[in-house]
T-cell receptor, first 112, second 113 residues
Framework: QKEVEQNSGPLSVPEGAIASLNCTYSDRGSQSFFWYRQYSGKSPELIMSIYSNGDKEDGRFTAQLNKASQYVSLLIRDSQPSDSATYLCAVRKGGGADGLTFGKGTHLIIQP | GAVVSQHPSRVICKSGTSVKIECRSLDFQATTMFWYRQFPKQSLMLMATSNEGSKATYEQGVEKDKFLINHASLTLSTLTVTSAHPEDSSFYIC?????????FGPGTRLTVL
């Protein structure tokens, strides 16, 4: 089982709609969870971080964490064409290990 | 947000040569930096954790003698790919730890001929 799993997509969403991105992780000891956006040929850009169960909202973005289900999601409201990118889910295990484990990413396409 | 720079952004070299990549935190001090590698259509893979003033911690399967890491100051970490081969061609990205998160540099695309 892969440590961090994401559906690679592409996920196609009409402009103005809600894009829903999902991620599962295998290590129950994981403590910190991040969503990064990566445009083709560029490095990742941090969008959201979440550390406790529940929802966390920042502008058009909402991150959701359910540790019991080992599930993290990202909702993007009022999707814009500029949101088209690959979204990477990353997990930090804790216990002194600071490096991040990334999923392969979901390719999101916002259709004008 | 915190700004991390990398140099060079792109490098092409011949097989057998060594390549040094620099990672700098521009407006903050970074005790801990990380080096990742990303092959086409793959996820970022952590190579090593670089701690200022001490030896780097390498992930399983990463050869420490091939990928030399030096973190001599609080704003600079370097990765040297020694005796590079075509299979080392990849996108190398550094990041700096800021609080609980990490901010990434723009990456270095290495092509080994």
């Amino acid at each position: 089982q892969k440590e961090v799993e994401q559906n690679s997509g592409p996920l196609s969403v009409p402009e103005g709609a809600i894009a829903s991105l999902n991620c599962t992780y295998s290590d129950r000891g994981s403590q910190s969870f991040f969503w990064y956006r990566q445009y083709s040929g560029k490095s990742p850009e941090l969008i959201m971080s979440i550390y406790s169960n529940g929802d966390k909202e920042d502008g058009r973005f909402t991150a959701q964490l359910n540790k019991a289900s080992q599930y993290v999601s990202l909702l993007i409201r009022d999707s814009q064409p500029s949101d088209s990118a690959t979204y990477l889910c990353a997990v930090r295990k804790g216990g002194g290990a600071d490096g991040l484990t990334f999923g392969k990413g979901t390719h999101l396409i916002i259709q004008p | 947000g915190a700004v991390v720079s990398q140099h060079p952004s792109r490098v092409i070299c011949k097989s057998g040569t060594s390549v040094k990549i620099e990672c700098r935190s521009l407006d903050f001090q970074a005790t801990t930096m990380f080096w990742y590698r990303q092959f086409p259509k793959q996820s970022l893979m952590l190579m090593a954790t670089s701690n200022e003033g001490s030896k780097a911690t390498y992930e399983q399967g990463v050869e420490k003698d091939k990928f030399l890491i030096n973190h001599a100051s609080l704003t600079l970490s370097t990765l040297t790919v020694t005796s590079a081969h075509p299979e080392d061609s990849s996108f190398y990205i550094c990041s700096a730890k800021v609080g609980e998160g990490q901010f990434f540099g723009p990456g270095t695309r290495l092509t080994v001929l």
